[in-house]
């Protein structure tokens, strides 16, 4: 499927969707259920468009105004609505698939019961490939040891990254796999270098690889 570029118009009143605990990174499939009335009207908006909407994380503390407009990331995920489907009551099942980062310029006034922003389009940097590899090569090594104790699906490294071409790809595609904590999510999604993604992730993966070592393995390698 060819998935569409971002353009300046996408971003220039781009619907974004607050969500306490998740991040869309660019390449991964983000599945949601839509219930709330006023994200409701987000996603019909969306599906009448070029069905491009955000991702924005809610800071902490956001529950006494959830209602209203509480404060957000200013890295958020575009993504584009690959599917959705509309039950009987209103409600839909939607998937997303990200296609970006962008930082948040400006919230538009409230004219929709769904909040509006300006964002400006976030490129990562160009990495130094001799980094890259040697974070890559290390990962891997590290990956044989943590992979019998990951779920199925993500056992195998090679199809986990299947299909991305480049740094940037590669460590998103990792990134939204394997990182389910929010604050870490978050900063991998506000990171342009991909060669400082990889090098977060592989520190990730190393402390589990740690965490299932027997005691004085990982006592061992402390001290190396």
């Known amino acids: 499927m060819l ?4 353009e300046e118009r996408d971003l220039a009143e781009l619907s974004i969707f607050p969500l306490p605990n998740v991040a869309l990174f660019p390449g991964a499939v983000l599945p949601l259920h ?4 006023r994200y409701r009207e987000l996603v019909r908006e969306v599906l009448g468009t070029r069905r491009i909407m955000a991702i924005a994380r809610l800071k902490p503390g956001y529950e006494g105004d959830y209602e209203g407009r509480p404060a957000v990331y200013d890295v ?4 584009t609505l690959e599917n959705h489907s509309e ?11 990200g296609l970006g980062r962008a930082r948040i310029v400006q919230e538009l006034p409230a004219e929709r019961a769904f909040r509006r922003v300006r964002a400006e389009l976030l490129r990562d940097i160009v990495p ?8 890559q090569s290390k990962l891997a090594g590290l990956w044989g040891r943590l992979a019998p104790h ?3 699906p993500v056992r195998d490294l090679r199809a986990l990254t299947r299909g991305a071409d480049d740094a940037s790809a590669y ?11 929010p604050d870490a999510s978050q900063e991998l999604l506000a990171e342009l270098d991909p060669g400082e993604r990889l090098r977060l992730l592989t520190a990730r993966v190393q402390e589990l690889v740690d965490a299932l070592s027997p005691p004085s393995v990982a006592r061992d390698r402390a001290l190396n």
């Open 3 to 6: 998935l569409p570029e971002l």
């Open 34 to 37: 839509v219930f709330e009335p």
């Open 76 to 79: 958020c995920g575009v993504g």
């Open 87 to 97: 039950r009987a009551d209103g409600r839909f099942d939607i998937t997303l698939r």
């Open 128 to 135: 130094d490939p001799a980094l890259i590899a040697a974070w």
């Open 150 to 152: 990951l779920p199925e």
């Open 171 to 181: 460590s998103d595609r990792l990134a939204a796999a394997l990182v389910a904590d």
